[in-house]
């Protein structure tokens, strides 16, 4: 019994006498087990850090592979584009001097067409030129007169014509005007007021055809009430110049300055001197110099050049030449 007894009190006291190490205790395994909680999260961390740490090394890897194949893939149409503009750029200068040589090859053309063109303009006006002295040349011996009516004539043209130079010149009623032909100009018939046709008279002599264009001139001359007036009969081109310098007679008459007509030329006596003029653009710009209000020609698309005209200057020998 003492030793049951002594057991249980034994029992009693165990607590009494262990109570501070089971305290003791309890603080141990509580530190025990944040020291473990803190050794987990730090594994945890550990194994956090180096999965965020593989992570990031596989998105950077990852990274660097797309970027070096995107810049693969830009370089590639960089180098792609870029031989494209090459052979765009080849082929443009290819055409570029196709295009070149084909504009020299033009331009020379052209200065050989334009040569030529000269050369041909120049032919056509020396041979212009001598037509013009030939038609002049047969119309030497003709007398041009203006403002007989039509139907004076009667039945015969050289009857006519050799009566009335006789009366109106005071000329022998025996002398021989040498008359071959006599003619109104081959135009057709005017009607009702019109101007008469002039008529045309053909000499056998020119000094006697020039005789009666010196009387005829000297004096005013009167048929049926109407004044007739007596030239020579000019070619065609040289009628269409003389025609021009209309307008510079009638404004130098009203000046009472002196001008002749030679030929297709006009030669006007300024204070200053005589000074000749070969066309009426050219005598009525130096007319509106000197003050004159006349209207200035349009210059003819079918005149040639200064180079030309001067070319024209040396030939004039060929019209106005015995």
Not at 188 to 203: L, M, Q, T, V
């Amino acid at each position: 019994m003492r030793g049951g007894v002594k057991t249980r009190s034994r029992r009693k006291r165990e607590p009494q006498q262990n109570g501070q190490p089971m305290a003791e205790t309890e603080q141990g395994d509580g530190a025990e087990s944040v020291s473990s909680m803190l050794r987990a999260i730090k594994t945890d961390l550990q194994e956090f850090r180096v999965e965020n740490k593989n992570d990031f090394r596989n998105m950077k890897e990852e990274l660097r592979n797309d970027m070096k194949a995107e810049l693969a893939m830009l370089k590639d149409e960089v180098y792609q584009s870029i031989s494209e503009n090459t052979e765009k750029a080849n082929a443009l200068e290819i055409k570029l001097a196709e295009a070149e040589a084909r504009i020299a090859e033009a331009e020379k053309l052209n200065a050989a067409m334009k040569d030529a063109l000269t050369k041909v303009m120049k032919n056509q006006m020396i041979v212009q030129s001598k037509l013009t002295d030939i038609e002049g040349r047969s119309r030497r011996n003709n007398i041009r007169i203006y403002g007989v009516k039509e139907g004076s004539e009667s039945d015969s043209m050289l009857q006519f014509m050799d009566g009335l130079l006789k009366k109106t010149l005071s000329l022998p009623q025996d002398m021989n005007l040498r008359m071959q032909r006599a003619h109104r100009a081959l135009t057709r018939k005017p009607e009702g007021d019109a101007p008469p046709r002039s008529i045309i008279i053909n000499f056998q002599e020119y000094t006697l055809k020039e005789d009666i264009l010196k009387r005829a001139w000297a004096q005013r001359i009167m048929h049926d009430g109407q004044r007739i007036s007596f030239d020579h009969d000019y070619a065609t081109d040289v009628v269409q110049k003389r025609r021009e310098y209309g307008n510079i007679k009638r404004a130098l008459k009203e000046k009472s300055v002196r001008f002749q007509t030679p030929l297709d030329k006009i030669r006007i006596h300024w204070d200053t001197g005589a000074r000749t003029y070969g066309s009426a653009r050219e005598a009525a710009i130096e007319m509106r110099r000197r003050g004159y209000v006349v209207p200035v020609p349009e210059r003819n698309p079918a005149e040639l050049s200064p180079e030309l005209e001067r070319l024209s200057q040396a030939t004039e020998w060929q019209r106005t030449g015995i």
